[in-house]
C-alpha cells in the first residue's frame, strides 16, 4: 500500500535535490543578473547605435543546468524601424510599415504593409526585392530576412543569422534570430490585457509593466499558410522573461523539471519539434495564473509537475496548445497529429501512470540519481524505478535479467558478510534492505554493460540500445567509491571519450584518501580525515564514500571490456577446469580486477589515446606502486596488465619478465599464457621486419 504521505516526502527530497545542483534561488538571481549584464554589454560593443540586442529563453530566465545544456537565445532588431497599429501614429519622413490582420491571416500572425514615407498612405501594386503584393494587391514585407541581418553576418538560416567576431583573434560565432519591434500591445492579443484572473496572477502591475514591453514580430509565417512569405509571427519574449521571473522557487523548479521531462523522455523519441519548451512554458503560465498560489509549495511539487503533464496530456488529445497571450493561435498546429499525436498521449498517460518514478530515470545533472538515493531511507522510489527501467529493457534486448542478477549476488555474496559484520549495531533487516539497495546499484553497471556489448557486437549499431546503456551505467556509477565508476569510464574510453574518461578518473584518486573497505564500524568512526561521522551512517553511504569492491566482467560484457582484460574470460583450459570446484567454477570465466590498480590502468590507456607521455608514465609508475605495495586480490590479473602496458610501450623484455612471474604465481588457470603468446608472435614479427 503507498505511503500516505508520498507525494509530500518525494516533493520535499526533490526540492532539496534540484537545490543541490544549480538551481538554489541565490544562483538563479546570479545567473540572471550576469545575463542581463552580457546583454547591455553586447549591445554597447557588439553592434552599431541603430541595433538592439537582446538575451531570450533559458539563458537569460535561468531555466537550464549544465546537464541540459540548453541554447543561448538572442534577438536583434533595428531600433529605426517603425510598426504602426495604425494610421493615426505615423510620423513623416519615418520608415514604417502597417501591421494588416484580415480574415486570411492565422491568429498569431499578422502581415505588414508598407507606408510612404511622406503620406500616411498604405503603398499598393508596387513590388520590389523586399516588397510583395499579397491577394488584395497590398505592397507586404517580404520575411526573408537578409535585409535586417547585423554587420559582420556571414551565414543566415531561416531566420537566424551567425555573426562571427574575431576581435582580439578568437573566433566567436553568435546566432540571432532579427525582428522587428513592436512599441505598443498588439490588437490582437488585447484579451490577455483584460482577462479575468480569481487569483491575481499576474498582478496588475506586471500586467502594465508586460503591456509597456510590448512585442516582437519574427520573420515565420505559419506553415500552412498559403501566403506564409508574407506573414511574421508575434513574439511576447519580453513579457514572458517578466513572467517567470515572477515564479516562486516551486514554480521555477517544477518549469526546469518538465524540461528536462521533455528532454529525456519525449525529445529522444519523437524529436525536437513536437513538444518543445516553450509548449511547457505556455502550460506553466496557464497553471499558475488559474491556480491559487498556496499550491505552489515545496510540499507540492511532484503534484504540480503532473498536474502540468495532464494539463499537456489534455491538450495532446485535444490537438491543441493556445498561446498565452493569443488563446486563438493553436501551437501545436502541423506539429501534433494523427499517429504522433496517439503515440504522445499514451507516452505521457504512461508517465502519469508511475506517480513520478520516472524522475529517477532523469540523468541530467544527476538529478534521477541523486533523487533515487535520497528516497531509499522512505522505500518509495527505488525500487518501482528500477522494474520500471528493467522492463523496457527486457522489451529492447534480447537477454535473461535473471541470470545477471544470480551473477551478482553470487559476485558479492562474501560482501554481504563483509557489509553486515561493519554494522553490527544496526538490525538485521535494515542491513538486508540496505545491501539490496547496493546490490541494485551493482546490478545497473553490469546491466549497463551487458547491454552496450551487445549493441556494439552488431555490425550496425543500435544508437537506441546504447544509449539506455549508458543510463544503466550512469545509475551505477554512484555504487561504491570505484567499482560503477570505473566501468562507466572505461566505457567512455571504448567511444573515444577521453576527456569524460579522464574527469571521472580524476574524481575516483581524489576519493581514495578516504577508502577504509573491510574494516570494522569503530576504525571507519575514527579515521583520520573522514569527512562524514556519523553513528546514524546509512550502509549504504558507507559503501558509496569509503568502500571499493572489486570490478568484474562478465562473458557477456566482452565488447564492452577493455582489450586487455578479455584474456582473463579465457584463462582456464578444459583440462584445468576438471579440477574447480563446481561452485567456484563461474569465477573462470570473469575477468575481475582490484579497483584501484584498474584506476591507474585506465589512466594510463587514456593518457595513451591522449598522447600525453607524461601522464601515462605518472600512471605507469602508479601500477607498479600498487603492484609492490598494496594487498591485491587478483595480483595475477594486474601482472598481465601491466605486462600489457609495458609491451604498448615498447618494453617487450620487461613484459615477458611480469608475465613469467605472473605464470609462477598462479600457474593454473593463468591468462598470462595468452599474453606471452602474443608477446613471442610480436617479438618474431619484430626479429622478421629488422632481417
Known amino acids: 500500500m503507498e505511503d500516505p504521505d508520498y507525494y509530500d516526502v518525494v516533493s520535499v527530497k526533490l526540492m532539496k535535490v534540484l537545490d543541490s545542483t544549480e538551481l538554489t534561488e541565490k544562483f538563479r538571481w546570479k545567473r540572471i543578473e550576469i545575463w542581463t549584464q552580457v546583454e547591455e554589454l553586447f549591445t554597447v560593443t557588439r553592434f552599431e547605435s541603430k541595433r538592439k540586442f537582446h538575451i531570450f529563453g533559458s539563458q537569460a530566465e535561468a531555466t537550464?543546468?549544465?546537464?541540459?545544456?540548453?541554447?543561448?537565445?538572442?534577438?536583434?532588431?533595428?531600433?529605426?524601424?517603425t510598426v504602426l497599429g495604425d494610421l493615426h501614429s505615423w510620423k513623416p519622413g519615418s520608415v514604417a510599415v502597417l501591421m494588416l490582420l484580415d480574415d486570411t491571416t492565422p491568429p498569431g500572425y499578422v502581415k505588414l504593409q508598407q507606408i510612404c514615407n511622406d503620406l500616411p498612405v498604405p503603398m499598393y501594386n508596387i513590388q520590389t526585392e523586399w516588397l510583395i503584393l499579397d491577394r488584395h494587391g497590398r505592397s507586404c514585407l517580404?520575411?526573408?530576412?537578409?535585409?535586417?541581418?547585423?554587420?559582420?553576418?556571414?551565414?543566415?538560416?531561416g531566420p537566424a543569422f551567425t555573426v562571427t567576431d574575431s576581435q582580439y583573434n578568437i573566433v566567436t560565432s553568435f546566432d540571432f534570430v532579427s525582428a522587428l519591434r513592436i512599441h505598443s500591445?498588439?490588437?490582437?492579443?488585447?484579451?490577455?490585457?483584460?482577462?479575468h484572473r480569481e487569483h491575481n496572477w499576474p498582478s496588475q502591475e506586471i500586467i502594465s509593466l508586460i503591456q509597456q514591453s510590448g512585442a516582437l514580430l519574427v520573420p515565420v509565417g505559419q506553415k500552412l499558410s498559403p501566403e506564409k512569405h508574407l506573414e511574421?509571427?508575434?513574439?511576447?519574449?519580453?513579457?514572458?522573461?517578466?513572467?517567470?521571473w515572477q515564479f516562486n522557487s516551486t514554480q521555477y523548479k517544477c518549469y526546469v523539471?518538465?524540461?528536462?521531462?521533455?528532454?529525456?523522455?519525449?525529445?529522444?523519441?519523437?524529436?525536437?519539434?513536437?513538444?518543445?519548451?516553450?509548449?511547457?512554458?505556455t502550460c506553466m503560465l496557464y497553471m499558475i495564473e488559474t491556480t491559487p498560489t498556496v499550491l505552489w509549495q515545496p510540499q507540492n511539487l511532484l503534484r504540480c509537475i503532473e498536474m502540468c503533464l495532464m494539463k499537456v496530456c489534455n491538450w495532446v488529445e485535444e490537438c491543441n496548445c493556445p498561446n498565452f497571450f493569443i488563446p486563438a493561435e493553436n501551437m501545436f498546429l502541423d506539429k501534433v497529429n494523427g499517429p504522433v499525436q496517439r503515440k504522445l498521449s499514451n507516452m505521457l498517460h504512461d508517465l502519469l501512470r508511475q506517480k513520478g518514478r520516472y524522475l529517477t530515470m532523469i540523468p541530467f545533472d544527476g538529478i534521477g540519481q541523486k533523487l533515487n538515493i535520497a528516497c531509499q531511507s522512505s522505500t518509495l522510489v527505488i525500487n518501482d524505478?528500477?522494474?520500471?527501467?528493467?522492463?523496457?529493457?527486457?522489451?529492447?534486448?534480447?537477454?535473461?535479467?535473471?541470470?545477471?542478477?544470480?551473477?551478482?549476488?553470487?559476485?558479492?555474496?562474501?560482501?554481504?558478510?563483509?557489509?553486515?559484520?561493519?554494522?553490527?549495531?544496526?538490525?538485521?533487516?535494515?542491513?538486508?534492505?540496505?545491501?539490496?539497495t547496493i546490490l541494485q546499484r551493482f546490478c545497473c553497471s553490469t546491466l549497463g554493460s551487458h547491454l552496450a556489448s551487445q549493441c556494439l557486437k552488431q555490425q550496425t549499431i543500435d544508437q537506441d540500445g546504447l544509449d539506455m546503456a549508458y543510463e544503466f551505467l550512469l545509475l551505477g556509477s554512484?555504487?561504491?567509491v570505484a567499482s560503477g565508476k570505473l566501468k562507466l569510464s572505461a566505457f567512455y574510453l571504448l567511444q573515444n571519450k577521453e576527456i569524460l574518461a579522464e574527469n571521472i578518473l580524476e574524481r575516483i584518486e581524489e576519493n581514495y584518501t578516504f577508502v577504509v573497505s573491510n574494516v570494522a564500524t569503530e576504525v571507519i568512526k575514527n579515521h583520520v580525515g573522514l569527512r562524514i561521522v556519523n553513528e546514524n551512517i546509512a550502509t549504504t553511504d558507507v559503501v558509496r564514500y569509503y568502500c571499493a569492491f572489486p570490478v568484474p566482467y562478465l562473458?557477456?560484457?566482452?565488447?564492452?571490456?577493455?582489450?586487455?582484460?578479455?584474456?582473463?574470460?579465457?584463462?582456464?583450459?578444459?583440462?584445468?577446469?576438471?579440477?574447480?570446484?563446481?561452485?567456484?567454477?563461474?569465477?573462470?570465466?570473469?575477468?575481475?580486477?582490484?579497483?584501484?590498480?584498474?584506476?591507474?590502468?585506465?589512466q594510463h590507456q587514456c593518457y595513451r589515446q591522449q598522447n600525453k607521455i607524461t601522464h601515462k608514465m605518472v600512471a605507469l609508475s602508479n601500477i607498479i606502486c600498487v603492484i609492490l605495495h598494496e594487498e591485491l586480490e587478483y595480483k595475477d590479473t594486474a601482472l598481465n596488465l601491466l605486462a600489457y602496458c609495458l609491451k604498448d610501450d615498447g618494453f617487450l623484455v620487461q613484459s615477458y619478465a611480469v608475465l613469467s612471474y605472473s605464470m609462477k604465481l598462479k600457474n593454473n588457470n593463468s591468462a598470462a599464457k595468452w599474453q606471452i603468446a602474443h608477446l613471442v608472435n610480436a617479438a618474431f614479427r619484430s626479429q622478421g621486419c629488422r632481417h
Open 64 to 81: 537550464t543546468t549544465s546537464g541540459l545544456r540548453s541554447d543561448i537565445d538572442t534577438v536583434t532588431y533595428l531600433s529605426h524601424e
Open 142 to 157: 517580404y520575411n526573408n530576412t537578409r535585409y535586417l541581418k547585423p554587420d559582420g553576418c556571414n551565414e543566415y538560416h
Open 185 to 195: 500591445w498588439p490588437y490582437t492579443a488585447s484579451e490577455w490585457i483584460t482577462r
Open 232 to 244: 511574421w509571427r508575434i513574439s511576447f519574449s519580453f513579457g514572458e522573461k517578466i513572467l517567470v
Open 257 to 281: 523539471v518538465l524540461k528536462m521531462i521533455n528532454k529525456y523522455f519525449i525529445k529522444k523519441r519523437f524529436g525536437e519539434n513536437v513538444l518543445t519548451s516553450y509548449h511547457w512554458k
Open 385 to 436: 524505478a528500477t522494474n520500471i527501467s528493467m522492463q523496457s529493457t527486457i522489451s529492447a534486448v534480447d537477454m535473461t535479467l535473471a541470470n545477471i542478477f544470480l551473477t551478482w549476488f553470487k559476485i558479492l555474496r562474501n560482501g554481504f558478510q563483509m557489509i553486515s559484520n561493519l554494522f553490527e549495531n544496526v538490525s538485521s533487516h535494515a542491513v538486508r534492505q540496505e545491501i539490496s
Open 478 to 480: 554512484d555504487s561504491d
Open 555 to 602: 562473458p557477456s560484457e566482452m565488447y564492452c571490456t577493455p582489450g586487455a582484460l578479455i584474456p582473463e574470460m579465457f584463462r582456464s583450459t578444459g583440462s584445468e577446469h576438471v579440477s574447480l570446484n563446481p561452485d567456484e567454477d563461474y569465477w573462470q570465466s570473469w575477468a575481475v580486477v582490484d579497483p584501484k590498480f584498474y584506476l591507474y590502468f585506465l
